[in-house]
């Protein structure tokens, strides 16, 4: 009986990130994708707003909705991973470099434990990041957690706008989420 319900819970898995590619997949023939994988949608080509919510590691709760009218950029990781951990400096600097403008940061740490996430946290990052050990929020946005590092940008109106698949540097990053910053609203919206 436990193994039936162990092969019942991997195949749902498999079948939620073969489904989550093939979602991925539509997003990128609609948007232009750079020559290092960057997606990149176009104001009229980006979908609605995702729901993002959940616990904070450090606890609380946290809406995403709650950022509507900022830039948000949002960086799913794990402290088992080592371009994670790369990432993490550029990552702070670009937030300390945009935070003035309108922009601001959430991680999403996945598949982990609570004390591994806090430790890997502590010295490295200072913004909230969301606790989510099962990769329902990755997978919400087509993030297949075997793709991480993955940071998405969240456009003013909460859409998504840039997708990147890969560890991030302070170079690359910072000008995309600029642009974005820059981006006057459609209007009506806040």
């Given at each position: 009986m436990r193994a039936r319900r162990w092969t019942a819970g991997l195949l749902a898995t498999?079948?939620?990130?073969?489904?989550?590619?093939?979602?991925?997949?539509?997003?990128?023939?609609a948007c232009a994708t750079t020559t290092d994988g960057v997606i990149e949608c176009a104001p009229d080509q980006r979908s609605g707003p995702p729901k993002i919510s959940g616990e904070?590691?450090?606890g609380g709760s946290y809406d995403?909705?709650?950022?509507?009218?900022?830039?948000?950029v949002i960086?799913?990781?794990?402290?088992?991973c080592a371009p994670c951990r790369a990432e993490a400096d550029d990552l702070e600097a670009t937030y300390q470099a945009?935070?003035?403008?309108?922009v601001t940061f959430l991680g999403i740490n996945i598949q982990d434990s609570k004390d591994k996430a806090l430790a890997f946290e502590e010295g490295r990052v200072t913004y909230p990041s969301l606790f989510d050990p099962p990769s329902r929020l990755a997978l919400a946005l087509d993030i297949p957690p075997n793709t991480i590092p993955a940071t998405v940008v969240l456009d003013r109106e909460?859409?998504?706008?840039?997708v990147i698949r890969a560890a991030v540097k302070q170079e690359g990053l910072q000008p995309i989420v600029e642009r974005i910053a820059a981006?006057?609203?459609?209007?009506?919206?806040?």
């Open positions: 498999v079948a939620a990130v073969a489904l989550a590619g093939c979602t991925s997949q539509s997003q990128e023939k904070l590691l450090t995403v909705s709650q950022a509507r009218g900022q830039v948000v960086n799913f990781w794990g402290s088992w945009t935070k003035g403008s309108g909460g859409r998504t706008a840039v981006e006057q609203p459609a209007s009506g919206s806040r």
